[in-house]
């Protein structure tokens, strides 16, 4: 996903850093990704109803914890990313279920996402508001959704992770060919293609590529922009930004690509130049090789500048999604009259939109609750590893590991918040109401 082109945290920032950081304006160590997090705007509760006001209920009732302020981040980092998903990845029809299941697992309450809980934090113990944590529903919802699209997916847990390469179109083909089986509809390359290169290690369920509509197959488009572009009356406009828009989507990639290189290098170097020597034979090699600092030194503000390109290339492409918007606009003034077909399809793409909005109001919430209770979490953080430890043995492990690997994604979670959140945002609203008119209106027969 875009959340490829994260904003990149500086190599080696502290976890500690990062936890200060996403409750008060100070730190450096995630700067740019801090301070799109502290400007996020509120929730739009009319997008999540029932399933904010039920986190906020929990969250009343709730002792901080860094636990539990770790999981919501890993969890609103997860959300958004779903969100990325459903708009622009996977194909859509007017005979696709897939829109109204995803919307509708929005709806879910906490008590019918606890066996999706509970298989997940398998233990009754999680639950005890005396460790202060409860899993958020949201986490259940996140869950649920991923299991109703793919396949196949990472953990929520598991740590993302890229190629420095395009997929190249025997990479797609064999993708196809495993998730859709041999001679399968070369139409839906890009769909693999992208899930390849931006989603690595989702992959999609067989139905999610077939449907009808009135008996017959129903037509697939490859999103909700290109859904959007076959029910408008003003297409050329239309793909004329659209065109705009995808340029600078692979702008955003390549910079991207050059700041990931770059970074892993650092990381190497540093590794081998400044990591701790378990022999004095080491030491000695360390050394030798403290002669590369130069080299360093030059990397780093290489880094630097490719980093500045990166954001530049978000900003442009922030620019083109604008332009696009207004041209989108438009649409909400078109009176012409749907066919039956069409208009399931504009169902489907507002469904779509509600459910992309409505997760993005879930990674705002639980960003906001969790930067609420961080800071008075960390100055108890010492009590809660003794309840913790006072639980012991196997019980207490559930709760450090959490702990340790949330606090590990923390900085990549919350890069992919601060910028993909706003992205989703941006894509997202232009679409929303579009239709609405000529949904409720007649519709035509078909041509």
Request: charged share 25%; with cysteine; net charge negative.
């Given at each position: 996903m875009r959340g490829r082109w994260e904003r990149i945290r500086k190599v080696g920032s502290s976890v500690v850093l990062g936890l200060f950081l996403l409750g008060s304006a100070g730190g450096c160590a995630i700067i740019d990704s801090g301070r799109a997090i502290l400007s996020m705007p509120l929730p739009n509760l009319e997008k999540c109803g029932w399933a904010c006001a039920e986190e906020v209920i929990i969250a009343r009732s709730e002792t901080p914890s860094v636990e539990a302020s770790l999981e919501r981040v890993n969890t609103a980092a997860r959300l958004v990313e779903i969100g990325e998903l459903v708009l622009q990845a996977l194909p859509l029809s007017a005979g696709s279920s897939w829109p109204q299941e995803m919307k509708g697992a929005l709806t879910l309450n906490a008590q019918s996402l606890s066996r999706v809980m509970q298989e997940t934090y398998g233990q009754r113990v999680l639950y005890a508001t005396a460790l202060g944590f409860k899993p958020s529903p949201w986490t259940g919802r996140a869950l649920d959704m991923q299991r109703g699209l793919f396949a196949q997916a990472p953990g929520l847990h598991d740590e993302r992770s890229y190629g420095t390469g395009k997929p190249s179109e025997d990479d797609v083909h064999a993708f196809g060919v495993k998730?859709?089986?041999?001679?399968?509809?070369?139409?839906?390359?890009?769909?693999?293609?992208?899930?390849?290169?931006?989603?690595?290690?989702?992959?999609?369920?067989?139905?999610?590529?077939?449907?009808?509509?009135?008996?017959?197959?129903?037509?697939?488009?490859?999103?909700?922009?290109?859904?959007?572009?076959?029910?408008?009356?003003?297409?050329?406009?239309?793909?004329?930004?659209?065109?705009?828009?995808?340029?600078?989507?692979?702008?955003?990639?390549?910079?991207?690509?050059?700041?990931?290189?770059?970074?892993?290098?650092?990381?190497?170097?540093?590794?081998?130049?400044?990591?701790?020597?378990?022999?004095?034979?080491?030491?000695?090699?360390?050394?030798?090789?403290?002669?590369?600092?130069?080299?360093?030194?030059?990397?780093?503000?290489?880094?630097?500048?490719?980093?500045?390109?990166?954001?530049?290339?978000?900003?442009?492409?922030?620019?083109?999604?604008?332009?696009?918007?207004?041209?989108?606009?438009?649409?909400?003034?078109?009176?012409?009259?749907?066919?039956?077909?069409?208009?399931?399809?504009?169902?489907?793409?507002?469904?779509?939109?509600?459910?992309?909005?409505?997760?993005?109001?879930?990674?705002?919430?639980?960003t906001e609750i969790a930067a609420m209770h961080i800071p008075k979490a960390t100055r108890t953080f010492g009590d809660e590893l003794k309840r913790i430890a006072r639980v012991g043995g196997d019980r207490a492990i559930p709760h450090m590991k959490r702990i340790s690997v949330n606090a590990r994604l923390l900085p990549a979670n919350l890069s992919l918040i601060g910028t993909e959140s706003t992205l989703l945002d941006k894509e997202s609203d232009p679409y929303d109401g579009l239709f609405a008119n000529r949904i409720n209106a007649p519709t035509i027969a078909a041509p």
């Open positions: 998730v859709l089986g041999e001679g399968y509809d070369r139409g839906f390359d890009k769909n693999l293609f992208r899930l390849i290169d931006h989603h690595p290690g989702f992959i999609p369920k067989r139905g999610l590529f077939s449907a009808q509509h009135g008996g017959t197959a129903a037509e697939f488009h490859t999103n909700v922009m290109e859904a959007v572009l076959a029910l408008s009356e003003n297409r050329d406009e239309l793909k004329q930004f659209g065109d705009a828009v995808k340029q600078g989507e692979e702008m955003c990639e390549r910079a991207y690509r050059d700041v990931q290189e770059s970074a892993q290098r650092i990381r190497e170097i540093r590794s081998q130049t400044f990591g701790n020597p378990a022999s004095a034979e080491e030491a000695a090699k360390k050394g030798d090789e403290a002669a590369s600092a130069k080299g360093l030194q030059e990397l780093e503000a290489q880094f630097e500048t490719e980093k500045k390109e990166y954001d530049d290339a978000v900003k442009a492409y922030q620019g083109s999604l604008q332009q696009l918007s207004v041209a989108v606009g438009h649409i909400k003034h078109q009176t012409g009259a749907f066919t039956a077909e069409q208009r399931a399809l504009a169902i489907n793409v507002q469904a779509v939109v509600d459910t992309a909005q409505g997760l993005l109001s879930g990674t705002r919430l639980l």
